[in-house]
Structure formats: C-alpha cells, structure tokens
C-alpha cells in the first residue's frame, strides 16, 4: 500500500535564514518569510517573531514557490488500482510540488464537466491544487472535438489528445482554433503513429540489437513540424509535451525565433537516461516510455534546449502502472515509469550540481513557465500572496527507495539511485507536510 | 572456463564457449549414429519445452536432443493453455517451475522473453528463439555445418540473404560467426534492413546491395524464410518482385561461375526466397542442418546442465 502523507495545520510561520529563490522575480537570496493566517505579510532580513509563531530554521534550505508539474497521470477514474487522485497528489507533495495537471488519457476519458468537476473536488482536501487537462477530442478519438467551453468552465486549463497526438491535421487546426478562442493552449503528444506503430523503444542501434521494434525520432519531429505551422497559421498557441527528439528541440528554437506561440517540456528521464539503457538492463520495462529514451545526441540537445531558453518546462510525464503490468516481457509491457518523487533531486543531480544550469533556472522551468504557459494564478514569495512554499536541500543526498513511494505504483528505473536534493516541507492552504525521511 | 547455465543469444558469448559447444555437438552427432542413439547423460533431469509460438522443426528436434540424452521432457505449446485465459508469463513459468524442473527451453514471440525468464526462474533457460532478438541454437547449428562443410570457420565468408530486420537467426549467426573470425555479409531489401547496422553489429559487417553481388563474395549463402506478412504490412511490393530481386536461383549461381554453399533455417518458401530446385540440388547442406540442430542441442542442454568436467575428461558420453 502507498504511503500516506501527515499534515498538520499551520497558520503562523516564521521561516529564518532561507535561501529564498523566486524566478517570477528574479529573487535569489537569504532571508525570512513571516507567514499569517496562511498568508505571507512581511519578506526581509532578521524578522522578529510575533507571538504563537512556529519558527523554522531553514538556514541550509531553499525556499521556492510550490512546484507545478504539468504532466501527469493521475489515472482516475478508471484505473484506480495505479493511482487515484488521493495518491498522485501525495506523491507530488512528496516531490516538492503544489500544482499537478493530470491528463485526460483516463477511462473513461476526460471529455465531460463531471469528470473535471470530480478530479478537482476530489483534490481539495490534498495539500496539491489540481488543474486538468482535458481531452482535445470527444473519448481521444480524434474524430469530434470536446466541449471544449464547457470544459474550461468546469476548470480545464488546456486540451490534449495525450497518449497520442491529435489524430489528423485538420482536427489538430480547429481544436488550436477552438481552444485559442477560448485562451487556451493545445497540448500536444507529437508522434506520428503510422511511423511508431507496434514501436518498443527508440530506432537505433540497440532497437537493431535487442531485435525490438523501433519508434524512430521522425515520428516525433513531423508532429512538432505540423503543430508549429499550424501554430503560425492558427495564431494558436500550441505547447509540445515531453520532447525526446534533437531535431524536435531545433524545430522549435527555429520556430520561437519566427516568434511563433510554441512552448514545450521535457521530463526527467528525458535528460538522464539514453536508450542504451534498454540494453544494459536486459529488456526492464522500466526503461518502455513513450517517447521512449533516446541516443546520447539527443540527450544533449534537450540539455542544450534547456540552457538556451527553448526548452521551457521540465514536467514529469508521471504515468504509474501496475506491477502486474510492467512486470512483462518487453513488447507486452505498458509505456510509462512513475516522476513525481525523483524528478527535484534528478534536476539538481543531473542539471545543477553538474552547473549546466543554475538552481534558479531549474526552478522557473518547474514553478514560473508552466503556471504562465496555462495561464495559472502566480505563486510568489511576495508579501500579501497566500503562502505556497517548498522547501528542500539542494546538497542533500539519499537513495531512491521505490518501495516507500507515496504513489501506488513502483515503476521507476530510478531504483537505488543516488540523489541530490531532497525536499524537506512543503506548505499549501494553511498546512504543513514535513518529509519524515529527511 | 566458467560456463552461464542459460543460452539467451550468442552475443557476447566467448570463442572458447561456442568452440565447446560445437565439438561437443560433433561427438554427439556420432551419437546419432548409433545402432541405440541414446545416452543416460541427462537421466532424472526434466526438461520443459515452452512453446508460445508456432515451431513444428526446432521444437521435435529439442525433445529429439532431450530424449537422446535421457532427459524426461514434457511440451506446452499455447493452444488449450493457460496464456489463453490471461495468465502472465511470469505466472505460467512459476507454477511450471514449482513443479520441480531443471531447465526450460522458451520460444516466444517477444524479444527479450528468454531474459525476462532468467528474472522469474532459478532454472537454466535455453533461448529456443525470442521475437525478433536471437536464435542461438540455430546459430549453432548453422556454425557446426559450415564447420563439417569447410573445416573450418575463421576467414569464412558468409553472406546472409533476406528479411534481416525480422530475423533472430540472422543476429545469432552474425554474432556468433563474427566471434569465431569468420567473415559476414548481408543483403536484403532496404525495407527489411535494420537502422544503425555498423553501430550495432561492427564496422566489419559487410552490406551488399544486390544479391549477386554477396553470391559472387560469399563462400555460403544463409537465405532467410520471408515471413509472407511482410507484404501486407507495405515492407514490399509483391512476393513476385521478392523472388525476381532477391531469391536465390541456380541462374545466380551459376552466374557467379563458383561453388557457394546454401543454408536456409527453414522453412522453405520455395519459388520465392529459393528456388525449388536448388533447395534439393548439390549446393544445399540444408538437411544436414537440420540432423545438427539435434546434434547442437543435445551439446547446448548438456553443458548448459553442468556437464562441461566430463567433456573435458573425455568421458562423458
């Protein structure tokens, strides 16, 4: 069973000596937060303490704005037995973020105001704001388009076919148009799936060896290609998920310097792992994602996208599935691995302490892009704003342990990895989780 | 030499194992011979041959291989199994496994799934052919005929013809013929030909366009089955094209005014991949793959048991 996440009510605060870091502002330095009422009143050096404060001495810490992920699967309703609700959000808290945008790829799919109304009441009681994104077409068929107004109504923040790409190029135009009426973005899974059909992992050399059917990087690129001139035609904007492919990263640097609305993310394992690891592991399904892990070029382009500002958002892409399921041969195994709870101390490990990013840098792309990209409140370490905060050590180290995961599934190839960066706290609607294993 | 209880492919497997294993094989196949073909080698020993997939040739010749060595062999072939119902593969073997065997043979449809075995399984696993991935008892076998043929292996040439993408012989041949110094063409449409082939096989990996061409370099021509799906599924125009481009004629051979030596694993399209007539003619060894597919198995399940001390001792059979 997954763990369950303890928070106490906390409505005064006294946070002491905090690396502060808030990218909306450029705010990179030492100092206290006052909290009040769930509401931070004062930002400075050397706070007195009112009184029937709790004081935390947050001296080796950063404090940053709650973390939003803006790609998971939260896999409710329909397969309860992977995740629900309850759990994606304990374990996004456990990660460090406030803010989740599960995908619509449920069963049934989420196409209808019930089912948005339902993920987002079923949310309120977590520490995390829940922020849906609903399906582009009616059940992802890609035949009709959704409701798409009524959705917006009931809370959706975008539209996405996820789990495949917006099915012909046509729908793909009057869903950007449609959702552009409405000011918000497409979502988009780019892969061209007559060229990833019956696909295991990456074409390459080891999909040669391992004798595995291959997804190569094209399928990718001619969605990116499509959707990006369908962007400049529609005025729409478009924002392309989990990017794998170098010549994806080029086509979009092309196309923001044309100045066309296109933005994208990539996850975790995206700039980690590369598609040897398939090999090397002897077939673990951990290592099946969808786009699947990728060469060593690749790698470096989206640590390259990363760098330059074209690469926006890092997002997890966490897709839990259950242990009978991965538990497979390869070809039979599901696509997807668990991120929520790895992705903060894989982007200090693997970006930060190695300086091909500043800690700043890291965290705009995981606080302040995907928030302006969905067009989500601000969360600032701002006097007056309600006091949405992660806390965690950036020198920390510890060892993936996927059996004390907060989420109800283990399928993650991060498996006694070692880390740096662990989130401590995390503080969100007036209470408190601190990490037991900190 | 410290030898794996398992045969999952024959990459990265040593020269020094496949020689074993194929002189082993040769001592076995006068086994055959015999008035009594029969050996107690493996007496008490049970064997589990999982069949997922359809194999008449490979699965009779493993229980041949397991019978001649006294092995207690038992079948299950998918049709009236428990995989119909929905039960893992994971399931299936434990509970076979927890009926107290010692080794499995697996052929299956998914590449990997000999792996995957060796993580659910304490038993030796013998990859009797995994998806798209290896076939290592064919190599063998493939090997051990070339040997009988030309007396040898290394400075070898041998080109592999037809659909290499699909083809877990073709890897298990390439990596095992590399490894003992011969050398290694192949030649397919460009449809039925993998990505990164230099990368993943070695730069010395010869491609050839055009199947005379490999006739004309190579000492013995492996042609592969055309799996007849590959049509439908838009990999080629027609099987017609197929045979005019690339099957292997007695036109071709004669064309190439030399001796070449041709292997099929079988089975046998004919008329399409290879033609009739030379299937059956002077240049095919292809029957005496099949009596060494026997004569390799029953080597590979043999030492693969523990039984490398006694060949070495010269008393094990």
Not at chain 1, 181 to 198: F, S
Not at chain 2, 248 to 256: F, H, K, S
Request: with cysteine; hydrophobic share 40%.
């Amino acid at each position: 069973m997954p763990r369950t996440i303890e928070t106490k009510s906390s409505k005064n605060l006294l946070i002491r000596g905090a690396r502060l870091i808030d990218p909306s502002q450029a705010l990179d330095k030492h100092g206290d937060v006052v909290i009040e009422n769930g509401v931070i009143t004062r930002v400075g050096d050397n706070l007195a303490a009112p009184q029937n404060f709790e004081m935390v001495d947050a001296r080796d810490l950063v404090v940053s704005p709650g973390w939003c992920d803006m790609h998971v699967h939260f896999r409710e309703p329909g397969r309860e037995d992977e995740e629900t609700i309850a759990t994606g959000c304990a374990a996004a808290v456990a990660g460090g973020f406030t803010a989740a945008c599960p995908m619509p790829n449920t069963s049934p799919a989420m196409d209808k105001r019930e089912i948005v109304e339902s993920i987002i009441k079923k949310s309120k009681e977590t520490l995390v704001e829940v922020y849906p994104i609903a399906a582009a077409t009616k059940g992802r068929e890609g035949k009709e388009l959704s409701e798409m107004a009524e959705l917006v109504e009931a809370g959706a923040v975008a539209f996405s076919d996820d789990g495949c790409a917006i099915a012909t190029a046509e729908l793909t135009r009057r869903a950007m148009e449609y959702a552009n009426m409405l000011g918000v973005p497409i979502i988009e899974h780019a892969e061209e799936a007559t060229l990833d059909d019956g696909g295991a992992m990456n074409e390459s050399m080891f999909s040669t060896k391992l004798g595995l059917p291959g997804m190569p990087t094209v399928a990718e690129d001619i969605i990116v290609a499509r959707d990006i001139l369908l962007a400049e035609y529609t005025g729409a904007k478009v924002h392309l998920a989990h990017l794998s492919s170098a010549r994806s990263v080029e086509l979009i640097r092309w196309a923001k310097q044309r100045g066309i609305e296109v933005t994208c993310e990539v996850t975790p394992h995206h700039f980690t792992l590369t598609d040897e690891a398939v090999a090397v592991s002897n077939y673990d399904t951990n290592t099946k994602m969808n786009p699947p892990l990728r060469s060593p070029r690749d790698v470096e382009a989206m640590i390259a996208g990363l760098q330059d500002g074209t690469i926006d958002v890092i997002a997890t892409d966490h897709a839990p599935h259950a242990i009978e399921e991965k538990d497979a041969e390869f070809a039979a195994a599901p696509f997807g691995i668990i991120g929520l709870e790895t992705a903060l101390g894989l982007i200090i490990t693997r970006l930060v302490k190695t300086n091909l990013l500043t800690l700043a840098d890291a965290i705009a792309k995981v606080t302040v892009a995907p928030r302006r990209i969905l067009n989500l409140p601000p969360v600032q370490i701002k006097e007056g704003q309600p006091a949405n905060l992660v806390f965690f050590s950036p020198t920390k180290t510890w060892r993936v342990d996927k059996t004390k995961s907060y989420s109800k599934s283990r399928n993650t190839p991060f498996h006694e990895w070692d880390l740096t960066g662990r989130v401590f706290a995390v503080y969100n609607k007036q209470r408190w989780w601190m990490n037991p294993d900190f | 030499m410290i030898i794996s209880k398992h045969l999952l492919g024959l990459e990265g497997v040593q020269r020094e194992e496949i020689s074993l294993i194929l002189k082993t094989a040769h001592s076995f196949k006068e086994v055959l011979t015999r008035p009594i073909p029969k050996v107690p080698t493996l007496r008490g020993k049970t064997i589990v041959n999982l069949f997922f997939e359809a194999s008449t040739r490979t699965r009779i010749s493993f229980e041949l291989a397991e019978k001649r060595l006294s092995a207690d062999s038992i079948n299950f072939t998918t049709s009236g199994s428990s995989v119909a119902k929905g039960e893992t593969l994971k399931d299936t073997v434990r509970n076979i496994e927890a009926m107290k065997i010692d080794m499995v043979v697996i052929r299956h449809q998914a590449s990997g799934a000999a792996h995957f075995l060796t993580q659910c399984l304490d038993a030796g696993v013998i990859n009797a052919g995994d998806g798209q991935h290896e076939h290592p008892t064919q190599g063998l076998l493939d090997m051990m005929t070339l040997q009988e043929k030309f007396g040898r292996l290394h400075g070898l040439k041998v080109a592999i013809v037809g659909d290499i993408t699909h083809s877990r012989v073709a890897r298990s041949n390439i990596h095992g013929l590399m490894t003992m110094g011969a050398a290694v063409a192949i030649c397919g449409p460009a449809t039925l030909l993998p990505r990164d082939i230099p990368a993943a096989f070695g730069k010395d990996l010869l491609v050839f366009k055009k199947v005379d061409e490999a006739i004309q370099w190579a000492d013995a021509v492996n042609v592969l089955r055309l799996q007849l799906e590959r049509q439908k599924h838009g990999l080629l125009p027609s099987l017609r094209e197929y045979a005019m481009h690339f099957g292997i004629t007695r036109r071709r051979l004669e064309a190439a005014k030399k001796d070449v030596v041709i292997m099929h694993p079988g089975p046998i399209n004919r008329g399409v991949e290879l033609e009739s007539d030379l299937a059956d003619s002077e240049f095919s060894v292809i029957l005496n793959q099949v009596t060494n597919g026997v004569a390799v198995r029953m080597a590979v399940l043999y030492l693969k048991s523990g039984g490398e001390q006694e060949v070495v001792n010269g008393n094990g059979l």
